[in-house]
């Protein structure tokens, strides 16, 4: 059973660039969770997707933005990158069970280690 | 001020020793409290959820006091492999989002 899978594992871009980053959840998962983790720091939540449609925001600007395609996978982008977007992305997956929405354990992925030069 | 705050550390400690990590939430809308584990350049992974009566799993412990708002992990006869990040995590309820502290960075020696 593969886990939560992310690609690029590293990646290397200029201030002004645009990013995008892929995530494919574990399997019998629906919902995708995105984390920006800058050194020394503990995950920053951006946003969460279910049901193609970004459920949930954090505290992010709108240079950061994503999409969720019909097999579960996810996409991050951002774009006119900043020195200071140079973090590890996080992608997690998790199953939004019952009726009342419950949201069970997130499970993350390697990760993308983003560097902005 | 931060919504989950821990002492960043580092704790350097022997084989064999207990350490004892602690958490302050400022939020008390958060209702769902973890401890993650992150080893040096990988991914968190969750070690333990935390409830009020207290859970145990193994050699770690946690507690949760929602009166002082208060979390802690406690590690007995620490191994090496122990060595880590350890993130103290709160949740809401009514929201999907996983709210990390910086995490608490410890070192077991020989």
Known sequence: ???????????IKTRGQQVTLRCSPKSGHDTVSWYQQALGQGPQFIFQYYEEEERQRGNFPDRFSGHQFPNYSSELNVNALLLGDSAL???????IT???????????????????? | RKEVEQDPGPFNVPEGATVAFNCTYSNS?????FWYRQDCRKEPKLLMSVYSSGNEDGRFTAQLNRA?????LLIRDSKLSDSATYLCVGRRD?????????????LVRP
């Open chain 1, 89 to 95: 992305y996080l992608c997690a997956s998790s199953l």
């Open chain 2, 94 to 106: 009514s929201s999907y989002k996983l709210i990390f502290g910086s995490g608490t960075r410890l």
């Open chain 1, 1 to 11: 059973d593969a886990g939560v899978t992310q690609s690029p594992t590293h990646l």
């Open chain 2, 68 to 72: 002082s708002q208060y979390i802690s």
């Open chain 1, 98 to 117: 019952g009726l009342a929405g419950v949201l069970d354990e997130q499970f993350f992925g390697p990760g993308t280690r983003l560097t902005v030069l």
């Open chain 2, 29 to 33: 809308a958060s209702q769902s409290f």
